[in-house]
């Protein structure tokens, strides 16, 4: 393959992450050149284990797979009609899930890393970028995520003139299968809904009484956490809070959230339904791992065998890997980036993924897809307008390049990052079936969410038919 790392007919993506793969897919299945560039393994970050592309370092769920009546779904199957090298390969790794789509994280890293590497207009190179590239790279894609390097993190900030805010996410713990008590346990997923490539019992339930669960709630309370420097004093995304930050703001807390009795029967005690339940997850193709849903968390590692063992079911439990932290860091992005996501102060670079104030894995895949989509669009010499805001991936851009913001001057800390959701969304009305009579908000809530996702699809066919 010819050397592109110094052309500036190519478009250069730094960062290997979900963002930066699917950007270069985009890029190189425009027919243009993508140049992408990874540190690792030379440069390691607190969270990754590996030199793979695309690897997972939190959970292996992509969540749910609906596309009718859940936005995260809805982006998926946006992101599939559009060519998705991501979800590609997220379908290809699928495991039983429910209604989520979880994968193999193993053969989902590996089947994006072929396919890259395959690809005749991507070159990948293992580079570390401590400062921004020159200005003789031509168009520049920035995809390092949350954990951007510090050389390169600096020399971003001194370019924008803006703090960037940093807040931490929690790592859930991955459990061997075989140390799980299967007498105490049972497989069900919440109200029996099976997924894709699921059967309707791919969750594996542990129940607690209420005394367990008061003093399982105790243990936490009374654990050892990571203690933060002053500089790292910093607020969680509340769609990652640690299972002890729950526990603090309430004793019930946890029981409305990830260890929530309902949709469930334990059929080893039918009389008795559980006060409280913990869900584990299948973590790879074999089932030899499961991960504990929703149970990131910041507890030190002598803390935490000890209190996870309290769950019936887990007395025995063996950690393939515990809980931890990693650092995050995202732009302003409503003050910075223009709506093709251009620095507005350095319009050659482009920045894309979950640095741009997105939350998850499918939403920082979105955001790579648009980068590099409009970035093959400009090198092409072709007009790739933004998606429509009625569109899953409108929605996401609108968000984090000023839809929040309706104040020029707000400051940062006014900014979130957010998970897709049917919020983000323009509004639609729905009228009763049938006429009138009365009509229960459930029902209404529902149609509006199947109103919603049906504008999408249809508004984003007709954005990638204008943009062929």
Request: aromatic share 8%.
């Amino acid at each position: 393959m010819a050397d592109m790392t110094r052309k500036s007919g190519s478009i250069h993506i730094i960062g290997g992450g979900l963002a930066g793969s699917e950007a270069a897919w985009q890029v190189a299945q425009a027919g243009a050149k993508a140049v992408l560039y990874e540190m690792r393994p030379a440069t390691m970050t607190p969270a990754h284990t590996s030199a793979d592309l695309a690897e997972l370092v939190c959970s292996n769920s992509f969540r749910s797979d609906d596309f009718e009546y859940n936005a995260v779904g809805l982006l998926h199957e946006e992101m599939r009609r559009a060519n998705s090298l991501i979800m590609r390969a997220a379908d290809h790794s699928a495991l039983p899930a429910g209604g989520a789509l979880a994968v193999d994280r193993q053969e989902f890293s590996g089947f994006v890393g072929h396919a890259l590497k395959a690809h005749e207009n991507i070159q990948v190179v293992q580079k570390e970028f401590k400062e921004l590239p020159p200005a003789d790279f031509g168009q520049v894609i920035i995809a390092t995520g949350p954990l951007t390097s510090e050389p390169l993190a600096r020399a971003i900030q001194e370019l924008t003139g803006e703090e960037s805010l940093a807040f931490f996410d929690a790592i859930a713990p991955i459990i061997h299968a075989d140390s799980i008590d299967m007498d105490i346990v049972w497989a069900q997923s919440r109200y029996d809904k099976a997924g894709p490539s699921g059967t309707g019992a791919d969750y594996l339930n542990c129940p607690l009484n209420e005394e367990q669960y008061e003093n399982f709630i105790d243990a936490l309370l009374a654990s050892e956490s990571h203690q933060f420097h002053e500089w790292e004093n910093v607020p969680y995304f509340d769609g990652c809070l640690p299972i002890e930050e729950m526990a603090a703001r309430g004793r019930q807390t946890l029981r409305f959230g990830p260890m929530k009795p309902v949709g469930l029967t334990n059929p080893n005690d039918p009389d008795n339904p559980p006060h409280a339940v913990v869900q584990l997850r299948q973590d790879n193709s074999l089932g030899t791992l499961w991960n504990m849903v929703g149970f990131q968390t910041k507890m030190k590692y002598r803390s935490q065998a000890g209190i996870f063992r309290l769950i019936p079911g887990l007395q025995n439990a063996e950690f393939a890997r515990l809980g931890g932290l990693h650092h995050n860091v995202f732009l302003n992005s409503p003050k910075i980036l223009a709506r093709d996501l251009k620095l507005r102060d350095a319009p050659h670079l482009r920045f894309a993924g979950q640095m741009t104030g997105v939350e998850g894995y499918v939403e920082s895949a979105a955001i790579g897809l648009l980068a590099g989509k409009m970035a093959a669009a400009d090198l092409l010499g072709a007009a790739c307008p933004p998606p429509p805001p009625t569109t899953a991936h409108g929605a996401l851009l609108d968000h984090i390049t000023g839809g929040h913001l309706t104040d020029e001057t707000a400051n940062l800390r006014s900014f979130q990052p957010m998970n897709i959701n049917f919020g983000l969304f323009p509004d639609i009305e729905v009228k009763k079936p049938g006429g009138t009579g009365r009509w229960r908000k459930s029902d209404r809530k529902k149609l509006k969410k199947k109103a919603i996702s049906n504008r999408a699809l249809k508004d984003f066919e007709g954005w990638l038919q204008h943009n062929e």
